[in-house]
Nanobody, 120 residues
Framework: QVQLVESGGGLVQPGGSLRLSCAAS????????AGWYRQAPGKQREWIAL???????NYADSVKGRFTIPTDNAKNTVYLQMNSLKPEDTAVYLC??????????????WGQGTQVTVSS
């Protein structure tokens, strides 16, 4: 069974930076794709970033130019580098990944989420 564990959330001032980590553990052949989502209180879950196994990335307009999604394949870890943070970035951030556990099977997994609060 594959587990995704996020870390790195916290309180940061507007204009600051944070880097979130999403570490995959368990039976992993490869990570086909990984993404980050966020959910603010009273709002729907919002997709914000995606990276594929070929390194292609895509970002929501709300974070484009401020957030990036680097990876460390050796550590089966996906990051979310967040710069120029705004109060409206406050949310629980969750990672999601399509993890290939054999050549013929891929499982989709979610992490438990990590809180990011942007406030002065």
């Amino acid at each position: 069974q594959v587990q995704l564990v996020e870390s790195g959330g916290g309180l940061v001032q507007p204009g600051g930076s944070l880097r979130l980590s999403c570490a995959a553990s368990g039976r992993i052949f490869s990570i086909d794709a990984a993404g980050w989502y966020r959910q603010a209180p009273g709002k729907q879950r919002e997709w914000i970033a995606l990276i594929t196994s070929t390194g292609n990335t895509n970002y929501a307009d709300s974070v484009k130019g401020r957030f990036t999604i680097p990876t460390d394949n050796a550590k089966n870890t996906v990051y979310l580098q967040m710069n120029s943070l705004k109060p409206e970035d406050t949310a629980v951030y969750l990672c999601n990944a399509d993890i290939r556990i054999t050549l013929w099977r891929t499982d989709n997994s979610w992490g438990q989420g990590t809180q990011v609060t942007v406030s002065s």
